[in-house]
């Protein structure tokens, strides 16, 4: 039974700028120059302002959606609850284990078969190679790739190797059962319409399995499908929360362009 009273992720008042280089902007007689002259130690940088006092929390069971622009600062929180990033400013509170998926498309070795591939991703992962032999048949059967277990990833097609990419991580993450769930676009499974439609299923199990999600996606009927809840990012602010329904109506309006 999911228990909804527990809060797993706390975001209190999170900010976080970059510093773009400018010497990739500049010209190759300009770097010279400035190398020549030795002026590269001290140099005015331009700060970009990528989230700014973001303040919201999740609990189990509860799957939020982020919907924004490219550079609104979606990626950059999910990486900074991830630990990948730190924030600036603001405090990132997590109770339980953290797995966090930017999709299924990259993962593989091309050197080697697809066996070996199952036990290095389910290694990566953190399973043993006993629980790995466990679920070793269920992530072939899944695949469709049965005659190819002992064939080197690089001759396959790149839908056999999303195919394969997402039965391990949908196997291995089903046998982790993470307290929460950080999704960036990874609702593409690829492949054929008949693995497409497995996958959306397998997907949706997951979700649904009781953990804390926040999915990112700008397919606007995914997040309204499986969504509680929906932030709605602009230039590194909530602009809106609330439900999906009446976010995406409103973020669908600002974007229609005035001919």
């Keep these: 039974m999911i228990d909804n009273n527990i809060k797993r992720i706390t975001i209190e008042k999170v900010s976080k700028k970059f510093f773009p280089d400018f010497k990739n902007n500049e010209g190759a007689l300009f770097r010279i120059i400035s190398f020549l002259k030795k002026e590269n130690t001290i140099r005015h940088r331009r700060e970009v302002q990528v989230l700014?006092?973001?303040?919201?929390?999740?609990?189990?069971?509860?799957?939020?959606?982020?919907?924004?622009?490219?550079?609104?600062?979606k990626s950059t929180l999910l990486r900074i609850i991830a630990g990948v990033y730190q924030a600036d400013t603001g405090e990132v509170k997590i109770d339980g284990n953290v797995?966090?998926?930017?999709?299924?498309?990259?993962?593989?070795?091309?050197?080697?078969?697809?066996?070996?591939?199952?036990y290095l991703m389910g290694s990566v992962m953190g399973l043993s190679q006993e629980e790995i032999r466990n679920r070793f048949d269920q992530i072939v059967e899944f695949s469709g790739l049965r005659d190819h277990v002992d064939i080197k990833i690089y001759q396959f097609s790149t839908g056999m190797i999303s195919r394969l990419n997402f039965s391990i991580v949908?196997?291995?993450?089903?046998?982790?059962?993470?307290d929460i769930l950080l999704l960036d676009e990874v609702l593409s499974a690829g492949?054929?319409?008949?693995?497409?439609?497995?996958?959306?299923?397998?997907?949706?199990?997951?979700?649904?399995?009781?953990?804390?999600?926040?999915?990112?996606s700008h397919s606007l009927s995914t997040i309204n499908d499986y969504c509680d809840n929906v932030i709605?990012?602009?230039?590194?602010?909530?602009?809106?929360?609330?439900?999906?329904?009446?976010?995406?109506?409103?973020?669908?309006?600002?974007?229609?362009?005035?001919k």
């Design 191 to 216: 492949g054929d319409i008949d693995f497409q439609e497995k996958a959306t299923k397998k997907m949706e199990e997951l979700i649904k399995g009781g953990a804390a999600v926040i999915l990112v």
């Design 232 to 258: 709605w990012l602009e230039k590194g602010n909530i602009k809106e929360i609330g439900k999906p329904k009446n976010i995406i109506k409103n973020y669908k309006k600002s974007n229609i362009k005035i």
């Design 99 to 118: 797995v966090y998926l930017t999709g299924t498309g990259q993962g593989s070795s091309p050197k080697l078969t697809m066996r070996e591939n199952i």
């Design 170 to 178: 949908m196997h291995c993450l089903e046998y982790k059962k993470p």
């Design 52 to 73: 700014d006092n973001i303040t919201f929390d999740v609990h189990s069971g509860e799957i939020l959606g982020l919907i924004g622009k490219n550079g609104s600062g």
